[in-house]
């Protein structure tokens, strides 16, 4: 299957983006699948427009035309992503007129490993799967996020050597302070890249408890 211009263009601006905020978890490669291909003898292209709702909005979430009359459905996700920083996979169901009747319909899926336990071979077989009416298979959970003090993340309390100021971090690479002031956080190996009141760059001790660098000397909580 050949994706088009605009597909790609979508594909690529969904994923540069899902790619640099999610950094602060771990860094990410792009898996994409583009194999899955009906051809259907019968039915409409609403038909097709309506199954392909449904299918995504099951695995992702919001789906939605790419641009009015175009039968091509996008959607994000995975279910409950609530974020820039955890919208890691991507679908794209396109409904196609078919010669002389019914339609033709093309599955794509884009999936950030490994910040998703599975492939997107995996995610659109299942798109696939829930369109026609056979049976899916339950798509790979990810393993529990690692919590305490962890060279995983920076996920947790961190209090200044000073006790002036605490900066609580979450899982979605967002950070804020006492007084509210936010930011965002990004690991790599031992590597931190703080963004709050500029951009700074911190260590991460081998015991996952301190950051040190820049002017900044924190320890977590755990």
């Known amino acids: 299957m050949v994706l088009s211009a605009r597909s790609l263009r979508i594909f690529a601006v ?10 602060g978890v771990a860094p990410a490669a792009v898996d994409l699948s583009t194999g899955v291909r009906y051809v259907m003898d019968t039915g409409t292209l609403d038909d097709c427009s309506a199954k392909a709702q449904t299918a995504l909005n099951k695995y992702l979430g919001g789906a939605a035309e790419s641009a009015t009359g175009t039968h091509e459905y996008i959607a994000t996700g995975p279910l409950g992503a609530t974020s820039p920083q955890t919208m890691t996979a991507t679908g794209t169901i396109h409904c196609f007129p078919g010669t002389p009747a019914g339609y033709t319909v093309t599955f794509t899926c884009v999936v950030e490993t490994p910040n998703n336990p599975y492939s997107a071979d995996a995610l659109c077989l299942d798109l696939a799967h829930n369109f026609s009416g056979k ?3 339950a798509l790979a959970t990810p393993s529990p996020e690692p919590t305490g003090c962890t060279t995983a993340n ?4 961190w209090t200044s050597d000073d006790g002036k100021t605490t900066i609580t971090m979450d899982s979605s690479g967002n950070l804020t302070d006492g007084d509210g002031v936010s930011g965002s956080w990004i690991l790599y190996h031992d590597t931190a890249t703080l963004t709050y009141y500029g951009n700074h760059t911190l260590k991460l001790s081998s015991d996952g408890k301190h950051l040190s660098g820049d002017g900044y000397n924190l320890t977590r909580k755990c």
Request: glycine content about 12%; charged content about 5%; aromatic content about 12%.
């Open 135 to 137: 049976p899916e298979t």
């Open 154 to 157: 920076l996920i947790g309390t």
């Open 14 to 23: 969904i994923f540069f983006l899902g790619i640099v905020a999610s950094m």
